[in-house]
């Protein structure tokens, strides 16, 4: 048997196939280069970028889980205001004479709530008659003729409450009107 392939074109394809690599049309490897450079720079600014998101994420959630965690009991402090209005208005209910006791008693139970609320940083607003309304802590619940200029407090009709720096129920008001 005879074998019928030339091995002389073996060796003329490796030096023809250098001379096609060496000249590929439109291989500038300066460019390729300069490319890859850009490549590599935009990703090292899109890392940068995604540290920087998870970092702004790690210090908010930190931020949200503090605010959490010191204003969690607002939705309890809320509901038991009704509980420190119904006892201020039990106190200023009972006649002057008699029922001593059950004013004592009353007013006891006020301190002590009062006194936790103190403790989870829940505080009274401070109303004062002549005041200007702040719609930031004052809701104005009815217009009176008054002497006092036009948008002052009157009276309070419900105490506003806070807690720790945040309004936590504004104090309803009475404001002052021009006279007619």
């Known amino acids: 048997m005879t074998d019928t392939t030339d091995t002389s074109e073996s060796p003329e394809l490796a030096p023809e196939s250098a001379e096609i690599a060496d000249t590929s049309p439109d291989i500038d490897l300066a460019e390729a ?3 890859k450079d850009q490549e590599i720079a935009d990703l090292k600014d899109r ?13 908010r959630l930190d931020r949200d889980k503090i605010e959490a965690t010191a204003y ?3 939705g309890f402090a809320r509901d038991m205001l009704a509980v420190a209005d119904n006892l201020r208005r039990a106190v200023a ?3 002057a004479d008699g029922f001593d006791g ?5 007013e006891a139970t006020e301190r002590e709530l ?10 009274k607003l401070g109303i004062t008659a002549g005041a200007a ?5 004052h809701q104005a619940m009815i217009e009176v003729p008054s002497d006092l200029p036009a948008g002052s407090i009157v009276a309070e009709l419900a105490s506003g409450w806070t807690i720790r720096d945040r309004l936590l129920r504004p104090a309803m008001v009475s404001v002052a009107r021009a006279p007619d």
Do not use: C
Not at 49 to 57: F, G, I, K, P, Q
Not at 102 to 106: K, L, P, Q, S
Not at 133 to 137: A, F
């Open 133 to 137: 309304l702040d719609p930031n802590q």
């Open 93 to 95: 209910a009972l006649p």
């Open 33 to 35: 280069l300069l490319a």
């Open 47 to 59: 890392v940068l970028r995604a540290l920087a998101d998870v970092e702004n994420t790690r210090r």
């Open 72 to 74: 969690a009991v607002t």
């Open 114 to 123: 009062l006194a936790i609320f103190g403790r989870h940083h829940v505080a």
């Open 102 to 106: 059950v004013r004592a008693g009353i």
